[in-house]
């Protein structure tokens, strides 16, 4: 089978696998190339996946889209971090996601500030208005 991670604004990976293993809302679930085409909703978790050479790769993902078509496997998520081994992976996704939520601090304070620059411009203008 082949792997695709898609990203918005990359592929995360793009490689042989011989098995898949993630979660959706109604359980665990295990993929290999002989299993029939499938669908599932992916709750945000870990994605773990198995490469030719046998060795384990985990993937923190935050939720998405698996996609089975023959042997292509396709997951589309907002974001996935990856680490070597899962103690590795913890602390990668903790600072991905203080990263993320120091970005979202900021985007909502400059939102913040326009929304006043708005009103404050739109209580001047109606000062000057005669009526």
């Known amino acids: 089978m082949n792997l695709k ?3 918005p604004s990359e592929i995360k990976v793009d490689q042989p696998v011989t098995k898949i293993i993630a979660e959706a809302e109604n ?13 599932s ?22 939720g998405g889209i698996l996609t ?5 496997v396709r997951v ?5 971090v990856q680490g070597d081994d899962l103690g590795t992976l913890r602390q990668r996704v903790a600072e991905q996601f203080e990263e993320f939520h ?3 601090r900021q985007v909502r304070s400059a939102i913040a500030k ?3 620059d708005i ?3 739109f209580v001047k203008q109606g000062a000057n208005v005669d009526v």
């Open 102 to 104: 120091e970005r979202e």
């Open 5 to 7: 991670i898609l990203l």
């Open 114 to 116: 326009l929304e006043a």
């Open 119 to 121: 009103l404050r411009h």
């Open 27 to 39: 359980g665990s679930f295990c993929l290999k190339p002989k299993h029939v085409d499938f669908l």
């Open 68 to 72: 089975k078509t023959g042997s292509e």
């Open 41 to 62: 909703a992916l709750l945000p978790g870990i994605l773990t996946f198995v490469d030719e050479q046998n060795c384990e790769n985990y993937l923190g993902i935050g």
């Open 76 to 80: 589309s998520t907002i974001y996935a």
